[in-house]
């Protein structure tokens, strides 16, 4: 199990980010995992699942911006165990695309995904301690998704 004084470790020296990825514990996502590691290139995202095609298991990149705007060891699992790790699950299944297949997606299906996933860093922020800032951004994202799947429904109705 990681600290909060690890993750500070890896906040401050990039250069141990792998390491310190390695040594968190994805609990009963683990099965769906190829690897994890750090980016140290600018991204536009946080944190993104690529799926294995070999094996339908996924590789999760995390990038500086997490460890940058992601203000305790709580917030950073949920967004990486909790959310993540719950798309790693939905990949596995068939549930989810990433990288390029993820333009032929229906927005209904990625909005789903992230419901589901928002939803399981919603059930799990006391077990994680996550912030209220996080917690907030994270219902604000929930009820996002939740209304495009809604009005996807009226659309198509």
Known sequence: MVTQEEYE???????I???????????????????VRYSGKKQSFWMVCRKNFLNNKSKIIVTG?????????????SCLVDHEGCHTQQIYRGQF?????????????????????????????????VSSEVREILAKRLKWH????????????
């Open 97 to 129: 695309k990433t990288g390029f297949m993820a333009y032929f997606q229906k927005s209904s299906l990625l909005s789903r995904g992230e419901v589901e996933a928002h939803e399981n860093q919603m059930k799990n922020y006391k077990k994680r301690n």
């Open 65 to 77: 911006e997490a460890f940058e705007l992601l203000p305790t060891l709580g917030d950073f699992l």
């Open 146 to 157: 939740e209304t495009q799947l809604k009005l996807e429904e009226i659309i198509k109705n």
């Open 17 to 35: 980010r792998n390491r310190f990825l390695k040594r968190i514990n994805f609990e009963e996502k683990t099965q769906y995992i190829s690897k």
């Open 9 to 15: 470790d890896a906040k401050n020296n990039p250069s």
